[in-house]
């Protein structure tokens, strides 16, 4: 059984533990706040980009131990701000293509300058070589995650995929199309569930069944990238986040989307008739997680 947050956007059992107790909640506490000042989402992502601007900079200094620490602080307001900014959309009813952009391009954004902070703190070529690198495959996984979370709680809700529709910004229309890449990719399940008589048993079996591999998926998230900044700071070594970025989260990201397709196509093969009611107790009993 899905077990909602407050909102209903996310399900708990897939979620980081410190979004799950720490941040969010501090999120939730200060929406009527943000609510009552006027603030509208994408200016909530603004206020994020610029806190998150400081985060990058006190880590440029991060010999000093107190500025490692000063840039945890700021980068955890930064991740409040990023979930606060959804939660005003949601409760404004102005969730958009461009506010989802939007939201994005602050994310990387900010990652975007604490990668240069850091390189120009170093000031080798060795330094700006890793931090590229990082940074490209921090992109993609990042995207590839956000899709891989997107999909698993639109089948939740038993929605099937549909292209988002070519209106709006060229930008805006790129962006989706990259987004929605591992979308059309994995397309084939949608299809069956979209199609099937048994749809509820399906999404259940799914549910049961997908929520390791998103499990896994959630070191994605960027909780754990400024969690491993701040520990290669004070260890006094930068270039330890960025091998960790380049070695173990592209691991995690390549285990984890492999596997959530391994589920899919598992499911693919069994007949139609496993999802119907008589058949999905003893279905679920036997892969619940």
């Not at 880590?59 to 945890?72: E, I, M, S, T, Y």
């Not at 969690?227 to 995690?252: C, H, K, Q, Y």
Request: aromatic share 10%; with cysteine; proline share 3%.
């Amino acid at each position: 059984m899905t077990i909602p947050s407050p909102d209903g956007s996310r399900d708990r059992r897939i979620e980081d533990p410190t979004n799950l107790w720490l941040i969010h909640p501090t999120a939730r506490a200060l929406l009527p706040r943000a609510l009552a000042m006027g603030l509208s989402a994408n200016m909530v992502s603004v206020v994020g980009l610029l806190v998150g601007t400081a985060a990058a900079f006190s880590f440029a200094q991060w010999r000093d131990w107190r500025f490692a620490v000063l840039g945890l602080v700021l980068a955890f307001c930064w991740l409040v701000a990023d979930g606060l900014d959804g939660m005003v959309a949601r409760a404004r009813g102005t969730s958009s293509a461009f506010g989802r952009m939007m939201d994005g391009l602050c994310d990387h954004g900010v990652f975007f300058l604490l990668y240069v902070c850091l390189a120009m703190s170093l000031g080798t070529l060795e330094a700006w070589m890793l931090a590229v690198a990082a940074g490209v495959a921090h992109a993609v996984q990042s995207s590839l995650y956000e899709a891989e979370r997107a999909r698993f709680h639109r089948r939740l809700k038993g929605a099937p995929w549909a292209p988002a529709p070519s209106t709006g910004a060229a930008l805006v229309r790129l962006y989706d199309y990259v987004a929605g890449s591992m979308e059309r990719i994995a397309g084939r399940f949608d299809a069956r569930m979209d199609g099937s008589s048994a749809a509820a048993g399906l999404v259940a079996a799914y549910s049961a069944r997908a929520i390791a591999p998103m499990r896994l998926l959630s070191l994605e998230t960027a909780n754990v990238r400024v969690m491993a900044i701040f520990v290669a700071s004070v260890v006094g070594d930068p270039r330890i986040f960025w091998w960790f970025e380049l070695t173990v989260l592209t691991v995690v990201a390549a285990i984890g989307i492999t596997w959530h397709r391994q589920v899919e196509a598992s499911l693919l093969r069994r007949r139609a008739g496993a999802f119907d009611d008589a058949n999905l107790s003893n279905y679920s009993k036997d892969h619940s997680s």
